[in-house]
């Protein structure tokens, strides 16, 4: 984590280092991840916490300052899975390899529950908002380098503004599971990265792409 993410977990109360006082911990952050995904961040309480773990609530103090703590910790080393990944422009098959990318970051998501969580968090918490939009200006600056580059060798299409392309990349991967909300079914994400790679390259083009790398 960058020194700014780390002043949102701030220093922990106690770090374990036996393997007992470890397992509690870690059972800490389970009934946590558990709790926050079920029932949401301002439902859960730190005694909640504890005793979906299994320790007394003084166990949970020992080991985190309050929920929010934990949260972050839950957190730590996650805020990218959150954004769009970098699509790799110049593979033989610029579809299929940013469906998988896509598949990836959606089950780490699936795994972490946590994006129910985050829009919560983010219009409460000033520090974290802050720390992801500096992670989505980051992922913004990489994606649009990338296109910038297949734009110099006239692989894009001529009239669109990279910076606008980029940023409904972001959107429409961000927002994907919100269209599993409002709509119900799951969504395709090689249909996701066909309808990315038509926003990037003309049709003649990613043929070109294919039959160049075969």
């Known amino acids: 984590m960058s020194e700014k993410e780390d002043l949102l977990v701030g220093e922990f109360p106690f ?14 952050l ?15 309480t730190a005694k909640e916490i504890a005793a979906h773990a299994g320790v007394a609530t003084g166990t949970f103090y020992r080991y985190f ?5 934990l ?14 990944p970098e699509p790799h422009w110049f593979s033989s098959n610029p579809e299929s390899v940013l469906a998988s990318l896509l ?3 959606a089950r780490r998501l699936q795994q972490s529950g946590l994006y129910r969580v985050l829009p919560e968090i983010l219009s409460k918490d000033m520090e974290l908002a802050e720390v992801m939009k500096e992670a989505r200006l980051k ?30 990349i972001m959107v429409l ?19 996701m990265a066909k309808v990315i790679c038509r926003m990037v ?7 070109q792409l294919q039959n160049h790398n075969e």
């Open 201 to 207: 390259f003309p049709p003649d083009i990613l043929e």
């Open 15 to 28: 770090i374990p280092r036996q393997v007992r006082a470890q397992q509690k911990r870690e059972a800490l």
């Open 71 to 84: 949260l972050m910790a839950l957190l730590e080393d996650k805020i990218d899975n959150f954004l769009a």
């Open 139 to 168: 992922i913004h600056e990489r994606i649009l380098f990338g296109l910038k580059q297949i734009n110099e060798k006239g692989l894009t299409w001529n009239d669109l503004d990279l910076d606008t392309v980029t940023w409904s």
């Open 103 to 105: 598949e990836v970051r």
């Open 30 to 44: 389970e009934s946590g991840q558990a709790l926050f995904t079920l029932n949401g961040y301002e439902q859960t």
């Open 173 to 191: 991967v961000e927002n994907g599971h919100e269209k599993e909300k409002q709509s119900g079914n799951r969504v395709n994400y090689s249909e």
């Open 65 to 69: 300052s309050d929920k929010r703590q």
